[in-house]
């Protein structure tokens, strides 16, 4: 079966929809009970918020949200958007300060070498070489935060370092490369595993036109490999965390290459193409796990629809909720998960169409839907960026339409999902009007002669 198709689609947190009268009421006319239902939350918001000052400025009331957290989820409403880069930018620092060293982005590690690199102090890379293989999130905004990441870092004992991690499993070139380098001069076995894994790793799952690809026998004999590194790894002393992170998500992006290659994940239908993100999910809740695991605190940076905890009922797909990576660290951590989300009412994303025609552009996110959690927001605070916890607040507790803009966004039901808030999310941070993210320019591309 090929493929190719929906490469792109993988890395995104929601893909295509049904119809939009299979969205129960997240597009569409709303039900009276749901505009009413609205207006009670937002009478219930203007009540409970906290205004949000200039992002520059510390939140006074975040030490105490984070106390006794292991991993905080940053989630945001899409990738594309300036004001949340500089709201995340602004909390970064203020968690780093208050402990949180480890940042989980939602991304493969092949992306972070130069940014890790960057930030360690190396001579030799520009801050927009480092940012540049970080696709949608290459913006001068990022630009600034991973000049303070390196600042930082200059300064900080080395216990105290800013380290960042790639935690998604869609690409596995780096991590079976880190097997290598742990694994490639043992034992005759080990030596044998690696290989099997390279030879997976040279092809893809993707059929790329005229490129080798991965055939089901190819996929068999990698998990059979990890399952031997997987048992040197547990017979040592020590196991290096990178080790056991990057063989985590070499296994979990095998079984997802087996499950497609199976006929279990039709990647050719839209709306069961979405079972895929199980795989994506699982695998990132399993790597910050593991970070929190060995004693770190750490920053999870994701969409929102991987960082809540579970209360997204519908998204346009069939979304398996059970396992998003958020609903996994909860049920894992408990209470020292803190889901927090990123909202905005009407403005400008940074996004691609969904026929992918154009590349990264400039889009209309357009004003909230009637009854939808966002005019709820917007309603109470229509100039006015704010806190909202959600924790006990019966308001919250009904279903809501809710705006998840992925990677792709025409401001349709495509970008919507019907969700609880309270169960999905601790707090939300809403900005009223938002700007699309400044995406730094790609290098031209050398013509082929």
Known sequence: MRISKLFTLLALPLLAAPPPSHVLSASGKPFPLQIEA?????????AKAKPLPAFSQDLAFLPSLVQGKQVVGLGEESHGTSEFMALQASLLRQLVALGFRDLALEVSP??????NAFIKGTPGISVEDAVLPLAIRATR???????????????APSGERIRVWGVDALDISHQVKALQEAFGHDTPDLQRAVSDLLAYASKSIFAPPGGPVVTEADAQKALAATGVLGGALAARKETPLESRMALNSVARQIEFALASLQGNVDLEDPAQSTLNTGFQDRAMAEAIR??????????YLAHNAHVQRGGILANGGYLPTETMCGTLLSMWLRDHYLALAMKTGDGTVTAARWD???GLQTMMVGKPQSGSFEAALQKAFPHRSIFLDLRGMPEARMAFPERLIPACHEADYRSMA????????????FIPSTHASRVLPRPAKPEVK
Do not use: C
């Open 38 to 46: 609205s207006h009670m939350l937002a009478r219930a918001i203007r």
């Open 110 to 115: 092949d992306q972070l070498p130069q940014l």
């Open 141 to 155: 905004e990022w630009v600034d935060t991973v000049s303070w990441m390196r600042e930082y870092n200059t300064k």
């Open 290 to 299: 593991m970070l929190a695991g060995a004693g770190h605190k750490v920053i």
């Open 356 to 358: 992918f025609q154009g």
């Open 418 to 429: 019907l969700s609880v808030p309270e169960r999905a999310y601790d707090g939300v941070f």
